[in-house]
């Protein structure tokens, strides 16, 4: 179950801006991926501590991601030489797309907007994990409830 955004805050053209910024920051990842790890776990453990139910939400699934792309020890292997390993590069660039949007504070909507900061965040994540296969996002979603049960 991807994260349930129930505000109203997040309109048609946001979401339209988010799916363009993922897709751009989708093409543009290469095998030198962000350097910055670290800052992205105390990024999301920090997300994860708030009292607010999307943003403790949104920490779940970030990790989730990570943990299923196995970062930072394993880089993403990029060949070309095959249809499938194309496919499970195009997906494995959107996850870690998704998480480069979160680590960026200034995105379509500001992270420090109150209350609507991270609807966009949230947003980008359901629309990385919308193109997965159900197998993955069954993965990822084993290793969500995983989370919630540890840190919940």
């Given at each position: ?5 129930v ?9 339209r ?8 920051i989708?093409?543009?990842?290469t ?11 105390t ?7 708030s ?7 949104l ?12 970062l930072?020890e394993k880089?993403?292997a ?8 194309y496919?499970k590069r ?6 870690l ?21 991270y ?22 979603e ?11």
């Open positions: 179950m991807p994260i349930r955004i505000s109203n805050e997040l309109t048609a053209q946001n979401k801006d988010v799916a363009r910024e993922l897709e751009k989708t093409d543009s990842l095998e030198n991926q962000p350097s910055t790890y670290t800052h992205m776990i990024m999301m453990d920090d997300l994860g501590r009292n607010n139910k999307l943003k403790k939400e920490s779940y699934y970030l990790l989730a991601i990570y943990k299923f792309l196995d930072p880089r993403l990029y060949r070309l030489n095959t249809t499938s390993s496919l195009k997906y494995e660039r959107q996850l797309g998704a998480l480069v949007y979160f680590i960026n504070p200034d995105d379509v909507i500001p992270d420090h907007i109150a209350y609507t900061g609807l966009d965040d949230a947003h980008c994540v359901n629309l990385a994990l919308s193109h997965q296969t159900p197998e993955r996002r069954e993965k990822i084993s290793y969500v409830d995983e989370f919630k049960n540890n840190l919940g």
